[in-house]
């Protein structure tokens, strides 16, 4: 995100809050949302691969260790 977002807004009157809340969030709310997807899909596909080496099962369960096949 380009500084002068952060200057801009700063020189046109408002507060350093006002500024992260009403610019520079808004404008990085793409980013933010990517990294959010990202970091889940990756949780899942580490759980799932547990779940396939523990139990060689495709579902997910609440309660693991009922489902475990040692």
Request: net charge positive.
């Amino acid at each position: 995100m380009p500084k002068s977002y952060y200057s801009g807004s700063l020189s046109l009157g408002a507060s350093h809050d006002e500024t992260i809340t009403r610019v520079m969030i808004p404008a990085a709310r793409s980013g933010i949302f990517a990294g959010i997807i990202l970091g889940i899909g990756r949780a899942i596909g580490e759980t799932m691969a547990v779940i396939l080496v523990a139990g060689n099962q495709t579902r997910l369960t609440l309660n693991l260790s009922r489902e475990l096949e040692l």
